[in-house]
């Protein structure tokens, strides 16, 4: 799919269930401090939505926010991703709150009833891996409440400057604002409104 004029997205290969380990780290929180970004976003009874959740670094904290009364939706390509998942929100006891769900590599197919539902969405570290970013930026926006937030972020050593002004672009051209961009501890992030 184009981006922008002349331009074509190539989408990287999908990072592999194999590596889920590396995804959750001590070194990784202390730097990505998933706990402070669920603080800044997640309220409690929120149902949020996590894309491409590998193995729920990110999922996890969500779920803590939330509480008894919100519910995070898992989302991933890899049944691996969500069972290693399952398995850890298990053993912490956070399984209630959390849905994971299967999705296809080029649409989220969520049932048609979750439209408009959505408080937040978040896609960390994974559209460089999508073959098409403006149908998945479509369906993340139909998914969210009028006001709700999502918050995009790429690494840097994988998506360049001008390659993550496409994705904006491309998810402005899907109907969202662009509210604010900013950096992810070295990673390039913004945070968009479906207004
Ligand atoms: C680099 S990992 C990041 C995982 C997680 N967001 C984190 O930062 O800990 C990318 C994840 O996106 C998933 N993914 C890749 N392509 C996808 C697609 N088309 N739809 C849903 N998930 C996808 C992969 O399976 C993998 O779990």
Known sequence: MALSPGRVHHPHTVFSAEKAGHLDTRLRRLLYRPDRLADR???PGYRVLDFGCGPGFFSREFAKRVGEGGRVFAVDLQEEMLSILRARMEAEGLISRITTHRCGPD???LPDECRGTFDVAFAIFVVHEVPDPLKLFLEIFSLLKQGGMFFLSEPPFVVSGRDF?????????AGFRVRDRRLFFVNRAAVLVKE
């Open 107 to 109: 649409t989220i197919a």
């Open 165 to 173: 002004e496409d994705e904006l672009r491309c998810a402005e051209e």
């Open 41 to 43: 976003y997640v309220k």
